[in-house]
Every structure is written in structure tokens, then in C-alpha cells.
């Protein structure tokens, strides 16, 4: 969908198919896009690593926690959705093109605060970043709407993450550019490669208004193109995805009692619906403390994500003392919670 990584390389060549799903996506509401790529773009059932070795031949396809057939491809090749790899960023007093109300990933490390706008990540993916000398990978994948930061540092290494084009549970596998390992975005587990089994760490974030954020942090950085023209910014190529039927690119179980595409908030093995959320305002839960306040776009609803129907903003923290402290937490649909979690405890009332 995307044809090369930002700044850095020259388009790859593409297939047919490739290139009809890279301009159908910028331009037809994604209800169009799941009829048309469910008939040209779906995997052959047994995914085989012999037909993957061509583009990954840095990658141990000997070492692997998944089956390989959970594994599919999502159209683009390797990074095909290009990765931002020298982000830039301005303060926020100088930020003109974002609404009020649409919504930025939040990170906050070493008491620097910096605001990454989903109408640059929902083109991009993944954003490589150093943040008061902490190597961070901002990430978002719009087919399960996961919002997830990451250390980047392994056993005293940093890598440096890519887009590999392929899916699990219609989630986002990454790659490192160290080892051409394979890793999930929405639990960063290596799949496969020399670190399959490794897990990165989860950084505490929040999927905020930019508003609400220049509220917080009025010296705080902001993320924007380093060119401005490279992708229609501020669209969403996946228009209606939020409100369809069923996922894209996901043959998995459904869980009971919920729509497969209604968001609920998830903190490890346990998740509520974020409709009861809402109607409560606020959930208590041993530690943890939810709440649920109006103002937010949502990133998945309309052609133009400032438009987007209100969702609200959620804020999870946990008690520590007479204290809240932010933790890690994904607004998330409740498929990809039972993909992820099957066993796991999903409050819908």
C-alpha cells in the first residue's frame, strides 16, 4: 500500500495486485477494499517459508514460536508500509493541521513528552524514535486499531524495526533490521528469527486528543512529515472499518456476547467494553483505575479522521499509594483481545 521507506529508498518493484491494492486503499471506503482484496489477496492456507526466503534471507526460519500458517500476507512486500526511521518533530504551539479532537499516542519518557498523530502512523506504522536517550518504537496498526511503545533494546542492542507486509490475527509483524527477526506489535513476542520468544517492553502511552495533550503538556513535541506531500495526511484509507462487520484478513474465533469490532480496553488478561466504560465514566479494579471522558475522533470511522464520530479518550492507571500512575493498556477491538487473550476475561456489563 505504501511503496517505500521514508526518505530512504526508491519504490520496489510490485505486482499487479500490489499496486491496484496501494490506490484502491487511498481512495475507497475499506468496506470496497474487503470485497476486492478478499478475492485477490488472500493467502494460500499453509503458509511455507521457502516462498518468504527469497525477501528474507537474513531471517532463522528454524526458530519460530508460531505455526507458519498463522501467518498471511497483508499485500505490501517488505517494507512496503514505510517505517519513519528520522522523525520531526515541532513544538506545539506551531501545530496548524490537526483538529482539536484528533487523536495522538502520547509518550511521555525521562519527562519529555511527545505527541505521534494517527494521520501520520496510520500511513507509516512504525516510528523509530530516541526520547531522553531511551530508543523507542511508537507503533500503531489500524486493522486491530493497537496503539503500542516499545524499548527497542535487547540484551544492550538497539534495533531498528520495519513493516514486514505480513499479518497474525490481522495484527501487524514487525521485523528488526538487526536480525530480520519477526515480531508482533499487539504482545512484542519475536516470532521467528534469532530472537522468536524474546519480548520487547511495553512503554505506557495514551490515545489522546491533541488537544488534551497540548493541554498537558503545552512545551511538549509533536511528530510531523518531513514531507508533507508524501501521503494525503489526515485521511484514513480504511473509511468505515471501525463500524464493519467483521475484521480484514482474520479467519480466527470470535468471542461471545460482543461484536467482533466493538473496542474495549484491555490491561494484560482482562478487558471491558468500552460502550459500559463509557456509561460508567469510571471502573475500579483492584490496582487499576479506568475512566472514560468525550473528545476524541475516532482514527477508523470517516474519509477524513477529523471528522471522525466521538469515541472519548480512556486513561488507565494503576494505585500506587495515595497515587495513579499510568500503565500500559490497549483501546482495541474485541477480536484481536480474544485472538490475543483467548482465555483471558472480557467485562461486558
Same mark, same amino acid.
Given at each position: 500500500?505504501?511503496?517505500? +521507506?521514508?526518505?530512504?529508498?526508491?519504490?520496489?518493484?510490485?505486482?499487479?495486485?500490489?499496486?491496484? !491494492? +496501494?490506490?484502491?486503499?487511498?481512495?475507497?471506503?475499506?468496506?470496497?477494499?474487503?470485497?476486492?482484496?478478499?478475492?485477490?489477496?488472500?493467502?494460500?492456507?499453509?503458509?511455507?517459508?521457502?516462498?518468504?526466503?527469497?525477501?528474507?534471507?537474513?531471517?532463522?526460519?528454524?526458530?519460530?514460536?508460531?505455526?507458519?500458517?498463522?501467518? +498471511?500476507?497483508?499485500?505490501?512486500?517488505?517494507?512496503?508500509?514505510?517505517?519513519?526511521?528520522?522523525?520531526?518533530? @515541532?513544538?506545539?504551539?506551531?501545530?496548524?493541521?490537526?483538529?482539536?479532537?484528533?487523536?495522538?499516542?502520547?509518550?511521555?519518557?525521562?519527562?519529555?513528552?511527545?505527541?505521534?498523530?494517527?494521520?501520520?502512523? =496510520?500511513?507509516?506504522?512504525?516510528?523509530?524514535?530516541?526520547?531522553?536517550?531511551?530508543?523507542?518504537?511508537?507503533?500503531?496498526?489500524?486493522?486491530?486499531?493497537?496503539?503500542?511503545?516499545?524499548?527497542?533494546?535487547?540484551?544492550?542492542?538497539?534495533? *531498528?524495526?520495519?513493516?514486514?507486509? @505480513?499479518?497474525?490475527?490481522?495484527?501487524?509483524?514487525?521485523?528488526?533490521?538487526?536480525?530480520?527477526?519477526?515480531?508482533?506489535?499487539?504482545?512484542?513476542?519475536?516470532?521467528?528469527?534469532?530472537?522468536?520468544?524474546?519480548?520487547?517492553?511495553?512503554?505506557?502511552?495514551?490515545?489522546?486528543?491533541?488537544?488534551?495533550?497540548? +493541554?498537558?503538556?503545552?512545551?511538549?513535541?509533536?511528530?510531523?512529515?518531513?514531507?508533507?506531500? !508524501?501521503?494525503?495526511?489526515?485521511?484514513?484509507?480504511?473509511?468505515?472499518?471501525?463500524?464493519?462487520?467483521?475484521?480484514?484478513?482474520?479467519?480466527?474465533?470470535?468471542?461471545?456476547?460482543?461484536?467482533?469490532?466493538?473496542?474495549?480496553?484491555?490491561?494484560?488478561?482482562?478487558?471491558?467494553? $468500552?460502550?459500559?466504560?463509557?456509561? @460508567?465514566?469510571?471502573?475500579?479494579?483492584?490496582?487499576?483505575?479506568? *475512566?472514560? *471522558?468525550?473528545?476524541?475522533?475516532?482514527? $477508523?470511522?470517516?474519509?477524513?479522521?477529523?471528522?471522525?464520530?466521538?469515541?472519548?479518550?480512556?486513561?488507565?492507571?494503576?494505585?500506587?499509594?495515595?497515587?495513579?500512575?499510568?500503565?500500559?493498556?490497549?483501546?482495541?477491538?474485541?477480536?484481536?483481545?480474544?485472538?490475543?487473550?483467548?482465555?483471558?476475561?472480557?467485562? =461486558? *456489563?
Amino acid at each position: 500500500m505504501l511503496p517505500l +521507506r521514508w526518505r530512504e529508498r526508491d519504490p520496489p518493484p510490485m505486482g499487479v495486485l500490489d499496486a491496484v !491494492f +496501494r490506490r484502491v486503499a487511498a481512495v475507497v471506503p475499506f468496506v470496497v477494499l474487503v470485497a476486492l482484496t478478499s478475492l485477490t489477496l488472500t493467502p494460500p492456507a499453509g503458509a511455507d517459508p521457502a516462498m518468504w526466503r527469497a525477501e528474507w534471507p537474513q531471517t532463522d526460519f528454524s526458530r519460530h514460536t508460531v505455526p507458519f500458517g498463522e501467518i +498471511r500476507s497483508g499485500g505490501p512486500p517488505k517494507d512496503g508500509i514505510p517505517s519513519i526511521d528520522r522523525p520531526a518533530f @515541532k513544538p506545539v504551539g506551531e501545530i496548524a493541521d490537526l483538529g482539536p479532537k484528533e487523536p495522538v499516542i502520547t509518550l511521555v519518557v525521562g519527562g519529555e513528552a511527545r505527541a505521534y498523530p494517527l494521520r501520520i502512523l =496510520t500511513w507509516h506504522e512504525i516510528a523509530n524514535d530516541v526520547i531522553a536517550g531511551v530508543p523507542v518504537a511508537v507503533t500503531y496498526c489500524p486493522l486491530c486499531n493497537a496503539a503500542i511503545a516499545f524499548d527497542r533494546r535487547i540484551d544492550g542492542r538497539t534495533l *531498528e524495526f520495519g513493516t514486514t507486509g @505480513k499479518l497474525r490475527n490481522s495484527d501487524l509483524v514487525m521485523y528488526d533490521r538487526t536480525t530480520e527477526s519477526w515480531w508482533q506489535q499487539y504482545t512484542g513476542t519475536g516470532l521467528i528469527g534469532a530472537h522468536a520468544g524474546r519480548t520487547l517492553a511495553m512503554l505506557p502511552t495514551r490515545v489522546e486528543s491533541f488537544e488534551r495533550f497540548a +493541554r498537558r503538556y503545552p512545551t511538549g513535541q509533536v511528530l510531523v512529515p518531513d514531507n508533507p506531500g !508524501f501521503r494525503p495526511y489526515g485521511v484514513n484509507p480504511y473509511t468505515g472499518y471501525d463500524t464493519a462487520r467483521r475484521p480484514f484478513l482474520y479467519s480466527g474465533k470470535f468471542p461471545d456476547g460482543i461484536a467482533p469490532m466493538a473496542y474495549v480496553v484491555a490491561v494484560e488478561d482482562e478487558a471491558w467494553a $468500552l460502550d459500559l466504560l463509557r456509561i @460508567k465514566g469510571r471502573i475500579e479494579a483492584g490496582d487499576l483505575v479506568l *475512566e472514560w *471522558e468525550p473528545g476524541q475522533n475516532s482514527t $477508523l470511522d470517516r474519509p477524513m479522521i477529523a471528522d471522525g464520530r466521538d469515541i472519548g479518550n480512556v486513561i488507565v492507571r494503576r494505585r500506587a499509594g495515595a497515587t495513579l500512575a499510568d500503565t500500559t493498556f490497549h483501546v482495541t477491538f474485541a477480536f484481536v483481545f480474544h485472538a490475543f487473550r483467548p482465555d483471558g476475561r472480557l467485562h =461486558t *456489563e
